[in-house]
């Protein structure tokens, strides 16, 4: 690991520990984002993870920076999702964007002092991009004009530009995508009412709409025909950056379980002396294990024909794998781990909430089917055998006896 590296990964633990975890219940009982919180992460460099350092970013690769969401989990998976989203379009501002783009934005996204977040689902298309209804006219004055709506938009109403992906044509398909970035301010931008979300109510979460949004040509980051692929690119960053996030998810859950149990007396001894106790913890440490060798490898593959199917085993097992960790945990408390004080609860709901964003893990498991198919075939047929009078000319089988 590099020294900057190291640097890094402490100061995300630090944040996590002096600044989360301190806070988190507090954020959600006043369900307002904690940009005090979000400045002080910018402060220390977790807002610009994988921009270049001209542009005030640390210039990390993404399979080091995306560790940083481990740590922020520590304190808080919808916290370290909400960052991981603005790093992903900090990234794509400082790398795609325009020069006028970034003399505007850039340095202020590096920096934290100012937010972004991506705009891809649609209220009617969920994990379906190619149904999108959002359209851009491109004028001829080097302007282009937005209609439509976005759906399950994180920062809403908070992030100071959203990069929103939209169609420039009525044609099916995918080739007149485009990502432009849409600052908040723009008239013609509104928000619907904040989706409850009891156990992350601190990061507000809604639908955007764009009623005739008039957005210069200088705030394009991917032109006509990039818009899908760029999107999908950054949701493979997204996938693996949810199952970092999980990773530190998991280890709280486990730290919990195991500050509790060694204490609590029964039997005769502690619940941590208890085989059952061990056995128990004993998984869910074997899964945390797992799910870090998982995500780190998901993220050296970022960027190479093997990165979706990467982000897909990802974003299938390690979500999964917190889910089971934080009821593991909360059974291992018995009836107080139900109360708030322990954090369990919370824990439980953040889990099953990054087991659905940024593709379900239902979605995951059709990416590693198809790629399952394509490797089948290719590889030498076996015979099937047949049933009584069944013919399939088809495919080599032998007959049934």
């Known amino acids: 690991m590099s020294e900057k590296l190291a640097t890094i990964l402490e100061a995300a633990r630090q944040h996590a520990e002096d ?74 501002g400082c790398g795609y964007g325009t020069d006028a783009f970034k003399e505007k ?75 432009i970035a849409i600052p908040a301010d723009a008239p013609g931008v509104s928000f619907g009412p904040l989706y409850d979300t009891p156990s992350y109510g601190f990061l507000p979460i809604g639908e955007m709409y764009l009623d005739k949004v008039v957005v210069s040509e200088d705030n394009i980051i991917l032109p006509v025909g990039q818009g899908l692929q760029g999107s999908l690119m950054a949701i493979d960053i997204a996938r693996v950056s949810i199952a970092s996030g999980c990773c530190g998810l998991m280890q709280a859950a486990l730290d919990t379980a195991l500050s509790y149990s060694k204490n609590r007396k029964m039997f005769g001894g502690t619940n941590l002396q208890l085989d059952g106790i061990q056995w128990m913890l004993g998984e869910v440490a074997t899964e945390l294990e797992v799910s870090k ?86 590889l030498p047929d076996l015979p099937v055998p047949q049933g009584f009078g069944e013919t399939d000319d088809a495919s080599p089988s032998v007959a049934a006896e």
């Not at 920076?65 to 999702?81: C, S």
């Not at 689902?121 to 080097?142: C, L, V």
């Not at 282009?144 to 809403?156: E, F, M």
């Open 19 to 92: 600044v989360i975890a301190l806070n988190v219940d507090a954020w959600n009982a006043s369900r307002t984002w904690p940009r005090d919180a979000s400045d002080k992460a910018g402060a220390v460099g977790l807002t610009g993870l994988y921009a270049p350092e001209e542009w005030g970013g640390q210039g990390l690769p993404l399979s080091e920076g995306i560790q940083v969401y481990e740590q922020l989990g520590l304190g808080d998976g919808a916290y370290a999702f909400a960052l991981s989203m603005h790093n992903i379009c900090t990234f794509a």
């Open 293 to 378: 060798l998982l995500y780190r490898k998901a993220a050296e593959a970022l960027g190479t024909p093997e990165g979706p199917l990467m982000a897909a085993h990802a974003k299938r097992f390690v979500p999964d794998a917190a889910v089971k960790a934080a009821n593991t945990c909360t059974q291992v408390l018995g009836g107080m781990g139900l109360l708030q004080p322990y954090g369990l609860d919370r824990l439980s709901r953040l889990a099953q909430m990054l087991r659905i964003v940024d593709g379900t893990t239902e979605i995951s498991r059709v990416v590693i089917g198809r790629a399952l198919q394509k490797r089948a075939a290719g």
């Open 105 to 179: 934005w850039a340095r202020d996204l590096t920096s934290g002092r100012k937010l972004a977040n991506f705009a891809l689902t649609e209220p009617q298309s969920g994990s379906d991009p190619m149904k999108m209804y959002t359209r851009a006219t491109i004028n001829g004055d080097g302007t282009w004009t937005i209609s439509g709506a976005k759906a399950w938009v994180s920062l809403a109403t908070e992030a100071d530009v959203y990069f929103t992906v939209v169609k420039t044509s009525d044609a099916p398909g995918h080739k007149d995508m485009a990502m």
